[in-house]
């Protein structure tokens, strides 16, 4: 039993002194009769708390930066009105910063042995599972002057997904693909790839190309045209390790490198190719295989959303490793890490060629803005020294990369903006040359 500001009001204006009884209980030790009779009828007409029963539904996921609107529904079975004050208590990222208060506070009127509904509107801040606390409930008598207040625990999750922000891009991306698939044949050679039609040749096209037998037929020489091949394998690897935690325009570089991902594995799935998912730092964190076109970009975003980045080094050999067992067949093999020189002349330029030999490799990364705009910086001392150092830290990030090219590996450095579409360019490069 709590009293309220109106009945502490009350005892001051009468000089009553306040006090606290055992159990916890606060209440007036010395009232005048007419006060002390008001407040026990108070307390008595409040509804009791811990009997009320409280139940949940509503969204179960949302995307990073949408709302979500979970309803708690509060049965009264006492045969008291319920005029109550509620907190419906989640964690701090699962509102927009001071919005908490008022998101998670209601009040409401149930009549003796109905129920009513109230919604609590979450806009997540985080990815990752955002679980329920507890439900706080304060319920007052007709005067105002007593409150009883208990906890429940009504357990209900929200799984705050990756956003998605580069899918803005598909469509543009998918009238390219149409070009290349069979909309306009291309010439290309290589196992593995489908055979479209014959053409007259024209100079500059390879002689392997040439179809004798249909150049037999007729008074000109007829070259084979291909399309690239459909049901291609594609890996995503995403790399969990330290080098993913560092934060590029206010967001972590896996988050990026996940909304790339994504783009690439919603157009390869309309080319027809089969992409499956692996995130690993020291041990496996996801992994996402055969998956129908239908159920593919679900099954990402819904692996994606706990990742988080760990603080520990990529074990490289583990890494590739894995990345073998899980594509046996020769596939595109896309990595998503970072271009650091040290991660990468130590780590995975070692086991590079284990993976090159088998598989076709590309290597995505985010690079900071931040870092170009301190290199084109003038005008004082400080400037001249940023400067300078990011024009090092560029020369060592091109140097990097020039490496991995040498072993054959195709690479895309972008900032967080342009990576998604930057990746999905490169896999389109890959296919009209035939080289998937």
């Not at 469509?171 to 070009?179: D, M, N, Y």
Request: hydrophobic share 40%; with cysteine.
């Amino acid at each position: 039993m709590a009293l309220t500001g109106r009945a502490a009001l009350l005892a001051a204006l009468g000089s009553v002194p306040v006090g606290l009884l055992d159990a916890g209980w606060t209440g007036v030790l010395a009232v005048n009769a007419p006060l002390a009779v008001a407040c026990a009828c108070d307390y008595a007409l409040a509804a009791p708390v811990h009997r009320l029963g409280l139940s949940r539904s509503g969204d179960t996921s949302v995307r990073l930066g949408d709302t979500a609107d979970v309803t708690l529904t509060v049965t009264n079975p006492s045969g008291r009105p319920l005029r109550a004050r509620i907190r419906d208590a989640w964690p701090p990222s699962s509102w927009q910063p001071g919005t908490e208060t008022d998101a998670s506070r209601h009040r409401l009127t149930v009549p003796a042995g109905e129920r009513r509904r109230l919604t609590t509107r979450l806009r997540p801040t985080r990815r990752g599972d955002r679980r329920a606390d507890r439900v706080t409930v304060r319920s007052y008598g007709p005067l105002g002057l007593f409150s009883r207040q208990g906890t429940h625990q009504v357990p209900w999750t929200v799984r705050v997904l990756p956003p998605f922000t580069s899918r803005k891009h598909l469509p543009s991306k998918l009238a390219r693909l149409r070009e290349l698939d069979g909309r306009t044949s291309v010439l290309t050679r290589g196992e593995g790839t489908e055979f479209d039609s014959l053409r007259d040749y024209v100079p500059g096209d390879d002689t392997r190309s040439i179809d004798w037998r249909a150049t037999a037929r007729q008074s000109a020489v007829a070259v084979r045209t291909w399309r690239p091949e459909r049901d291609r394998h594609i890996l995503l690897v995403l790399d969990t390790g330290r080098t993913s935690a560092g934060r590029v325009a206010d967001a972590p570089r896996l988050d990026a490198a996940m909304d790339a991902a994504l783009l690439l594995a919603a157009l390869a799935s309309r080319a027809g190719d089969r992409v499956d998912l692996l995130a690993y730092d020291r041990r496996v964190r996801a992994l996402v295989q055969g998956r129908a076109a239908g159920m593919l970009l679900p099954s990402l975003v819904n692996a994606m959303a706990t990742l988080e980045a760990e603080l520990v080094e990529t074990d490289a050999r583990g890494l590739a490793a894995t990345a073998l067992r899980t594509a046996p067949r020769r596939s595109l093999l896309v990595l998503l890490t970072s271009l650091d020189p040290a991660p990468v002349e130590e780590g995975l330029l070692p086991v590079l060629p284990q993976l090159t030999q088998r598989h076709t490799v590309l290597v995505a990364s985010v690079a900071d803005p931040y870092v170009a705009r301190m290199a084109a910086a003038r005008g004082s001392t400080d400037a001249v020294y940023e400067a300078a150092a990011a024009a090092q830290a560029q020369g060592e990030r091109q140097r990097t990369a020039e490496q991995l090219r040498r072993q054959g590996v195709t690479v895309v450095d972008a900032t967080p903006d342009n990576l998604a579409p930057a990746l999905a360019d490169a896999y389109l490069a890959l296919k009209a040359a035939g080289r998937l």
